[in-house]
């Protein structure tokens, strides 16, 4: 049993998937990034300052989870888009392009900490302005790093990806396998 610090319902389906029981305690942390900070040392700070978060705001004693997506292409991070035009500026960029994804997931359990990260590219195929605009009027980009989800919709826009399926819906399965087995954590895999 862990507590899992997100809300996101997508992190419940995976941790659900491979047979983990938890809790869902969400955190609000300031998701800034530093100046300067590599995408990937992003997601990994974040991860564990979610994980920290959780640790301090819940009493029952069990291992916290916190976990980051970032979408990178070319060194800078693609985060939520603001609205709209943010969004339409985001999936340009990414059309026709290949870009990152950097998904960590940190274990917090008293003074015990780990954080484990995966990147995974992805190759976006070329999209007209039409599909783009389309996208942006279901509604599904809208609270998504890169502005597009790969388990929804955005699926048709995904020509390749190479490395972790899971790490980019948002919580990468067999870094979190590590990590629970590392902690004695049970799961589907291990009792």
């Known amino acids: 049993m862990l507590i899992l610090a997100s809300s996101s319902p997508r992190r419940r389906e995976l941790l659900q ?26 997601a990994g700070r974040m991860a564990l300052q979610k994980a920290r978060a959780g ?24 985060g939520k888009p603001a609205g709209r035009e943010d969004a339409l500026h985001m999936l340009g960029r990414l059309s026709g392009n ?29 999209l007209t302005g039409r599909e783009i605009s389309a996208y942006w009027d279901s509604g599904e980009p809208a609270d998504k790093a ?3 989800a790969i388990q929804g919709l955005g699926a048709l826009f995904v020509e390749h ?31």
């Open 17 to 42: 998937q491979i047979g983990v029981e938890f809790r869902v305690h969400a955190v609000d942390v300031d998701e800034t990034p530093h100046p300067g900070e590599a995408p990937a040392a992003f």
């Open 55 to 78: 640790w301090m705001a819940q009493s029952s004693g069990l291992p916290v989870l916190g976990a980051d997506t970032v979408v990178s292409l070319d060194g800078s991070i693609l």
């Open 98 to 126: 290949t870009h990152q994804v950097f998904s960590a997931v940190a274990l917090v359990h008293g003074a015990r900490e780990a954080v484990r990260l995966s990147e995974t590219r992805v190759r976006v195929r070329t």
């Open 146 to 148: 890169g502005a597009y």
């Open 161 to 191: 990806i190479e490395g972790s399926y899971s790490g980019v819906v948002g919580l990468p399965l067999y870094e979190t396998g590590q990590l629970l087995d590392g902690f004695g954590v049970a799961h589907g895999g291990r009792r």
